[in-house]
């Protein structure tokens, strides 16, 4: 009898649950709003990269907003989107996931800031079959799992310094010498992102025969670059790569010029985020150097929300008082890739929608986005801009470019 | 392998490491010396070393917003930290003095999280650095080029260390805080406020990471979140060295510079720590044999 009792107790409780669980996940459009769930740095290491994030959902959801909204099954919705800081820590990413999904009952998901905060994330909106569009992890083995919900508008990371490779191989040509004749430095952080971006250097630099003469991998609490720099000053490379986030970029901009490392082509990352134009903090430092980005203000893009890069570039200034910096901009798509998928599947079943963001075919001021069974973005090439005269212009590839190359650096 | 041989065909690159590594060492050896004042006297294993080596940064990076030189923050942040260092001492540290090993470690590593946060919100997550100007040294044809504020780190290191010593030897303070670490009972019943002596000492720690941290935001770069390795590094000086030992602290701290320095060169950069801390397992596996040795001889 007692054991009835516990039983009808027990299962009673489950289908509250249950019926608890159904209630709150109808939530994910609230009358006539549409809720997206993100996860972003709010404090942590990644503060800067997750206010930029932020922001860049903010002003693509004011817009959408302010252009009549999502259009499903001939009604308009608003956006919204719930927010939660994720320290910049993984296990806090992945409880957070959990959390937009099961009690707050969110059905899409806008990503995270970081490869490492993505990866964390993945798994748990895979298990719960839902659609994350994220913008600001670009690690190759987030798309090596089989995800079918993730959907990322950015390049990856091996294509960030691809292009220098590249391009110093032509240059070496454009001299009379053969590309195999380049000597390669690469020095990264050592995270997954870096490493993959050490990985498409290492593939093309074997692609034309080049010969790798350092091959460094810094570690994260790095603070000084320059036993590796010697060794730069000692084997004169004819091209230097490093990654290391904004760290790696303020040191060896830094270092590079107090030690007078004399190389010819020096390609980085995060330069935007190092701020290394700025003559504040650098002098002119950073001049000659090659930057990699994912999108700039330059480029010719178009789209019905924003209109060209240029103007999203200026409605982001007008709005937050600086220059968008890339990480905001691939945030911003996001939310428009979101916005295009809702109103292509004119419904709001996760499956439904799922497949039409992986139909997606989307010009944004960011760039053309076409995922491929991965889910990763191959429609979008990486620019390169070199720092003249203290600022960034567009170097590479041929077909943006806006200025020429100086080899080498000064 | 192959670095090796560069270093033998061109020695000069070794000689680069050396002075470059062996200048970097002096500015650890700085912070060290807190670290062994407060180890030594509290018996504290003080976690928040390397946030206060940043904060100090910080100061000195604020400094030279208002058009201040930056050499200017060293006694700037020094005098800041130890304000900084008072006021923690009276809200958490004088609570755990007496408690063993395990709270402190705990309690000064939670003032670590929080104040690393701190940072963040007040300060922001960006990469920040002060320049200070003073160009760099460059010989053998640009083969040898090392930043004169280093130059200057050592000078700094040397004359605090000397300072330090003359301090704990001379003044009335300085001799209370030695009675008090060969035995704080013993003190007490001679009358010595030792409360005040710990504060004093946990202050004094503080303001040589503000010293420190003002070096580092000129030579290197700063964010809140890369306090931990000036702890670690600390740590191993400290270990190294031993308590109360302060020119062996200067002697470990430029070893470990130059050591960090050769083994980036030799065995790349991400090995670098991984060799500094084998390195510390080596010298206490061999101090632990030598005592045992001493302990067998005593019998």
Same mark, same amino acid.
């Given at each position: 009898?007692?054991?009835?009792?516990?039983?009808?107790?027990?299962?009673?409780?489950?289908?509250?649950?249950?019926?608890?669980?159904?209630?709150? $996940?109808?939530?994910?459009?609230?009358?006539?709003?549409?809720?997206?769930?993100?996860?972003?740095?709010?404090?942590?290491?990644?503060?800067?990269?997750?206010?930029?994030?932020?922001?860049?959902?903010?002003?693509?959801?004011?817009?959408?907003?302010?252009?009549?909204?999502?259009?499903?099954?001939?009604?308009?919705?608003?956006?919204?989107?719930?927010?939660?800081?994720?320290?910049?820590?993984?296990?806090?990413? !992945?409880?957070?996931?959990?959390?937009?999904?099961?009690?707050?009952?969110?059905?899409?998901? @806008?990503?995270? %800031?970081?490869?490492?905060?993505?990866?964390?994330?993945?798994?748990?909106?895979?298990?719960?079959?839902?659609?994350?569009?994220?913008?600001?992890?670009?690690?190759?083995?987030?798309?090596?799992?089989? %995800?079918?919900?993730?959907?990322?508008?950015?390049?990856?990371?091996?294509?960030?310094?691809?292009?220098?490779?590249?391009?110093?191989?032509?240059?070496?040509?454009?001299?009379?010498?053969?590309?195999?004749?380049?000597?390669?430095?690469? !020095?990264?952080?050592?995270?997954?992102?870096?490493?993959?971006?050490?990985?498409?250097? @290492?593939?093309?630099?074997?692609?034309?025969?080049?010969?790798?003469?350092?091959?460094?991998?810094?570690?994260?609490? *790095?603070?000084?670059?320059?036993?590796?720099?010697?060794?730069?000053?000692?084997?004169?490379?004819?091209?230097?790569?490093?990654?290391?986030?904004?760290?790696?970029?303020?040191?060896?901009? #830094?270092?590079?010029? =107090?030690?007078?490392?004399?190389?010819?082509?020096?390609?980085?990352?995060?330069?935007?985020?190092?701020?290394?134009?700025?003559?504040?903090?650098?002098?002119?430092?950073?001049?000659?150097?090659?930057?990699?980005?994912?999108?700039?203000?330059?480029?010719?893009?178009?789209?019905?929300?924003?209109?060209?890069?240029?103007?999203?570039?200026?409605?982001?200034?007008?709005?937050?008082?600086?220059?968008?910096?890339?990480?905001?901009?691939?945030?911003?798509?996001?939310?428009?890739?979101?916005?295009?998928?809702?109103?292509?599947?004119?419904?709001?079943?996760?499956?439904?929608?799922?497949?039409?963001? =992986?139909?997606?075919?989307?010009?944004?001021?960011?760039?053309?986005?076409?995922?491929?069974?991965? +889910?990763?973005?191959?429609?979008?090439?990486?620019?390169?801009?070199?720092?003249?005269?203290?600022?960034?212009?567009?170097?590479?590839?041929?077909?943006?470019?806006?200025?020429? *190359?100086?080899?080498?650096?000064? | 392998?192959?670095? *090796?041989?560069?270093?033998?065909?061109?020695?000069?690159?070794?000689?680069?490491?050396?002075?470059?590594?062996?200048?970097?060492?002096?500015?650890?050896?700085?912070?060290?010396?807190?670290?062994?004042?407060?180890?030594?006297?509290?018996?504290?294993?003080?976690?928040?070393?390397?946030?206060?080596?940043?904060?100090?940064?910080?100061?000195?990076?604020?400094?030279?917003?208002?058009?201040?030189?930056?050499?200017?923050?060293?006694?700037?942040?020094?005098?800041?930290?130890?304000?900084?260092?008072?006021?923690?001492?009276?809200?958490?540290?004088?609570?755990?003095?007496?408690?063993?090993?395990?709270?402190?470690?705990?309690?000064?590593?939670?003032?670590?999280? @929080?104040?690393?946060?701190?940072?963040?919100?007040?300060?922001?997550?960006?990469?920040?650095?002060?320049?200070?100007?003073?160009?760099?040294?460059?010989?053998?044809?640009?083969?040898?080029?090392?930043?004169?504020?280093?130059?200057?780190?050592?000078? &700094?290191?040397?004359?605090?260390?000397?300072?330090?010593?003359?301090?704990?030897?001379?003044?009335?303070?300085?001799?209370?805080?030695?009675?008090?670490?060969?035995?704080?009972?013993?003190?007490?019943?001679?009358?010595?406020?030792?409360?005040?002596?710990?504060?004093?000492?946990?202050?004094?720690?503080?303001?040589?990471?503000?010293?420190?941290?003002?070096?580092?935001?000129?030579?290197?770069?700063?964010?809140?979140? &890369?306090?931990?390795?000036?702890?670690?590094?600390?740590?191993?000086?400290?270990?190294?060295?031993?308590?109360?030992?302060? $020119? +062996?602290?200067?002697? =470990?701290?430029?070893?470990?510079?130059?050591?960090?320095?050769?083994?980036?060169?030799?065995?790349?950069?991400?090995?670098?720590? !991984?060799?500094?801390?084998?390195?510390?397992?080596?010298?206490?596996?061999? #101090?632990?044999?030598?005592?045992?040795?001493?302990?067998?001889?005593?019998?």
């Amino acid at each position: 009898m007692l054991k009835l009792t516990k039983n009808l107790i027990l299962s009673l409780g489950t289908s509250l649950l249950t019926l608890g669980l159904v209630g709150s $996940a109808s939530a994910k459009v609230e009358g006539d709003t549409i809720v997206l769930g993100a996860a972003v740095s709010l404090t942590g290491k990644y503060t800067t990269a997750g206010n930029h994030t932020q922001r860049g959902y903010d002003l693509a959801v004011n817009r959408v907003n302010s252009k009549g909204g999502v259009t499903v099954g001939g009604k308009s919705y608003r956006l919204k989107v719930i927010y939660y800081d994720d320290e910049s820590t993984p296990a806090r990413g !992945a409880q957070l996931a959990e959390r937009l999904i099961k009690q707050d009952g969110v059905k899409f998901m @806008l990503g995270p %800031y970081s490869s490492g905060l993505t990866k964390a994330m993945a798994p748990i909106t895979e298990k719960h079959k839902v659609p994350m569009v994220e913008g600001n992890g670009a690690s190759r083995s987030l798309f090596n799992k089989g %995800y079918r919900y993730l959907f990322a508008v950015l390049s990856t990371s091996e294509q960030y310094l691809q292009e220098a490779v590249n391009l110093a191989a032509q240059h070496a040509k454009a001299s009379g010498k053969s590309p195999s004749s380049v000597k390669v430095a690469v !020095a990264v952080e050592n995270d997954p992102f870096s490493l993959d971006i050490r990985a498409g250097v @290492l593939d093309d630099a074997k692609r034309h025969g080049m010969k790798v003469v350092v091959d460094d991998k810094l570690p994260r609490e *790095l603070s000084d670059m320059s036993a590796t720099l010697t060794k730069v000053k000692a084997l004169k490379p004819d091209i230097l790569v490093v990654s290391g986030h904004s760290k790696g970029a303020s040191l060896i901009t #830094r270092q590079a010029a =107090a030690m007078r490392v004399k190389v010819p082509m020096l390609a980085i990352t995060h330069c935007e985020s190092a701020k290394v134009t700025d003559s504040q903090k650098f002098g002119n430092k950073a001049e000659g150097t090659l930057c990699a980005t994912q999108w700039a203000p330059t480029m010719t893009y178009q789209d019905p929300w924003f209109g060209s890069a240029g103007d999203y570039a200026k409605d982001f200034k007008a709005a937050y008082g600086y220059v968008p910096p890339y990480q905001a901009a691939e945030s911003t798509a996001s939310v428009l890739v979101w916005v295009n998928a809702l109103q292509k599947a004119n419904s709001f079943d996760t499956e439904k929608v799922r497949d039409a963001l =992986a139909a997606t075919q989307l010009q944004t001021f960011y760039g053309n986005v076409k995922f491929d069974a991965t +889910g990763k973005n191959i429609a979008k090439p990486m620019v390169l801009r070199q720092v003249q005269g203290g600022k960034y212009v567009v170097v590479a590839p041929a077909k943006w470019a806006s200025h020429k *190359l100086i080899h080498p650096r000064p | 392998m192959d670095n *090796l041989l560069l270093l033998v065909d061109a020695p000069v690159f070794s000689l680069q490491l050396l002075i470059d590594g062996l200048l970097a060492g002096a500015i650890f050896a700085l912070a060290a010396y807190g670290m062994a004042l407060v180890w030594g006297v509290m018996n504290i294993i003080n976690i928040t070393q390397g946030e206060f080596v940043i904060l100090g940064g910080f100061v000195t990076l604020y400094l030279s917003y208002l058009g201040i030189h930056p050499l200017w923050g060293v006694p700037v942040s020094a005098l800041a930290l130890f304000i900084v260092g008072w006021g923690v001492y009276r809200l958490v540290i004088f609570r755990i003095v007496d408690r063993d090993l395990f709270i402190s470690i705990l309690a000064t590593f939670g003032i670590s999280i @929080l104040l690393q946060q701190l940072m963040n919100q007040v300060f922001g997550a960006d990469i920040q650095n002060a320049d200070p100007e003073l160009g760099t040294l460059f010989l053998f044809n640009d083969d040898v080029a090392i930043a004169n504020i280093k130059f200057v780190a050592l000078a &700094i290191t040397i004359v605090t260390g000397a300072l330090l010593m003359l301090f704990l030897r001379k003044s009335r303070i300085g001799q209370a805080i030695r009675a008090t670490a060969q035995s704080a009972r013993a003190a007490r019943l001679m009358g010595i406020n030792t409360d005040r002596v710990y504060a004093t000492t946990y202050a004094l720690n503080a303001a040589l990471c503000g010293a420190t941290g003002s070096l580092v935001v000129m030579t290197w770069v700063i964010h809140p979140f &890369i306090g931990l390795i000036y702890t670690v590094r600390s740590f191993m000086i400290v270990v190294i060295a031993g308590l109360g030992n302060l $020119a +062996g602290v200067v002697v =470990a701290g430029l070893g470990l510079g130059a050591a960090e320095n050769f083994a980036g060169f030799l065995l790349g950069t991400e090995f670098q720590a !991984a060799f500094v801390f084998s390195l510390l397992v080596i010298i206490l596996v061999w #101090r632990n044999y030598r005592l045992g040795k001493k302990r067998q001889y005593l019998q």
